[in-house]
């Protein structure tokens, strides 16, 4: 199983950009997949999840109303549209699968990481 996160780079602050999360190796279309960051110093944590049918998803408050998180499964790819973005967002973003029946925001609970795609939003 691959994940492969993209899409990250120098922006702005207030600029928008779009991750990427394409998956290989598994059944898309039945993983949750979700988005987590970790920026310099501090934990990695929850940003964003989508449930495997695209109908339901969950929000860090820091991101609600900034981002938003889609899917496609014709080309097993999930989505991370960010606008507004903040100085404050600059991390690395990692792209998580899990298969279950809830939506879950524990790094734990996710079966599949992929390496990270780093946004650095200046001020």
């Known amino acids: 199983v691959q994940l492969q996160a993209s899409g990250g780079g120098l922006v702005q602050a207030g600029d928008s950009l779009r991750l990427s999360c394409t998956a290989s190796?598994?059944?898309?279309?039945?993983?949750?997949i979700g988005w987590f960051r970790q920026a310099p110093g501090k934990e990695r944590e929850f940003v964003a999840v989508?449930?495997?049918?695209?109908?339901?998803?969950l929000y860090a408050a820091s991101v609600k109303g900034r981002f938003t998180i889609s899917r496609d499964n014709a080309r097993s790819t999930v989505y991370l549209q960010m606008n507004s973005l903040k100085p404050e967002d600059t991390a690395v973003f990692y792209c998580?699968?899990?298969?279950?029946?809830?939506?879950?925001?524990?790094?734990?609970?996710?079966?599949?990481w992929g390496r990270g795609t780093l946004v650095t939003v200046s001020s």
């Open positions: 190796g598994l059944t898309f279309s039945r993983y949750d």
């Open positions: 989508i449930k495997w049918n695209g109908r339901d998803t």
């Open positions: 998580a699968a899990r298969n279950d029946y809830i939506l879950v925001i524990q790094m734990s609970a996710y079966d599949y």
